[in-house]
Structures are given as C-alpha cells and as structure tokens.
C-alpha cells in the first residue's frame, strides 16, 4: 500500500506519516502543491489523503487534476475548513472521504479500511442481469464481462463513478480523452459503438449538458 500524504502542517505531515510507517505503508509526503503535483505525475499511489488548504495548488484542485486521470483510487480531503461549499465541491469531484481536523489518527484509520473493503467490493447493479464492476471498471451481464476499448472503458467509468448524475461533455472530454481533443464527433462515434455492445440501452442524452447513467435498486 502506497500513500500520499499532502499537508502543510509540519507536525501533522510527520505524525500521519509516521502513524502509517508503523502499519506498513509505503508513505510519501509532501507539503505544497507543486511537489504534489510532480510526485502525482510520476509515482503509482493506492491512496490518497489531502488538505484543502496548502501552499502553490489547493487541495480541491489537486483533487480534479488526479480525477482526470484516475476515477478508482481512493483520496481523503482533510481541513480545518467550516464551509459547507467546500464539502460539496470536493465530493462534485471526486472525494471519497472528508475529515475534518482535529480528528484522531484511529478515526482516519478506521476510515481508510472503510474506504479500502468497499473499493474492492463495489458492484452496482444497472438492470435486471446486467451489472458494473468498479473496482475492475467492468460491465458483467448475465455474469459474462462485456470487452470494451479503452475509451469506451473510460467513458462508462466517469458515468458509473456518478450514477443518477449527469456529466458534463467538458468532464467527459477530459477524462476520456485525457484533455487531448475537444470535438463533438469523436464523442458521438465512441457513443453510438458502445451503445452496440450493452445489452440495454442505458446511456441518457441530456442535450447542451452531458450524459447519464441511470441504475435501478
């Protein structure tokens, strides 16, 4: 397991640090955006844990800037923060957990087992035999695996990381083409193969918006 601890608090930075050291993590530190960033751009990391508030880049806009990239990797936001628009916009963008300082370590312990027994068992059914898998990033109908491309792989996910939701063609465009092309064709021709290989039509069109997937309980 290997982390990225972000935080500016030289005290708090050590004490996370040291805390997961004594669990076995393989933990990296780092106390500003910049060299976030970089160790972001060119490390693997299995979990992330980030504060709002640091130094060159925030820690919201280090959060979108790894959700272009990686929809499945855990990252848990924590601040001294009150702002409810904070909470809102870190979830819009992917959080997977908030805490909010001070907490205790054992709290952000039990949290990150939390977050790690779901990730690796988050099946969501869509219809009556057809399912996504999301820790594979999978569509499993009638218990088979359905093959898609890699793009089609990409754009199911950012859809199913925000089931019942619509998403934005500018969200879409950045994930699955990772911030290469901006035209509407491209997105028009990936839709209409993939809609081909699901058994149900369950991709919504919502006009000047996005798209949607909706799932059934």
């Not at 925030?58 to 979108?64: C, F, P, Y």
């Not at 054992?106 to 898998?133: C, F, H, M, P, Q």
């Not at 999301?134 to 218990?143: G, P």
Request: negative net charge; glycine residues 2%.
């Amino acid at each position: 397991m290997k982390v990225l601890i972000i935080e500016d608090d030289a005290q708090l930075n050590i004490a996370i640090t040291e805390f997961f050291k004594i669990k076995d993590f393989d933990t990296v530190s780092a106390r500003d955006g910049l060299k976030a960033i970089d160790q972001i751009d060119n490390e693997h990391f299995d979990l992330y844990i980030i504060d709002i508030n640091i130094p060159d880049i925030n820690g919201l806009d280090l959060l979108k800037h790894i959700r272009k990239k990686d929809l499945h990797t855990p990252v848990i936001i924590i601040t001294a923060s009150l702002e409810i628009q904070n909470i809102s916009t870190a979830f819009e963008n992917g959080c997977s957990e908030y805490i909010k300082k001070p907490f205790y370590l054992k709290e952000l312990d039990i949290r990150i087992n939390n977050l790690l027994t779901l990730s690796k068992s988050a099946t969501v059914r869509v219809r009556n035999e057809l399912y996504y898998d999301l820790y594979t990033e999978t569509f499993l109908y009638a218990d088979q695996p359905i093959h898609l491309r890699y793009k089609e792989k990409r754009f199911c996910a950012i859809l199913m990381r925000h089931a019942n939701r619509i998403v934005s063609n500018e969200t879409i465009f950045d994930y699955v083409w990772e911030g290469d092309i901006k035209e509407s064709y491209p997105l028009r021709q990936l839709l209409g193969e993939l809609r081909k290989k699901l058994p149900c039509n369950i991709i919504q069109t919502k006009i000047r918006e996005g798209y949607m997937i909706e799932t059934q309980k």
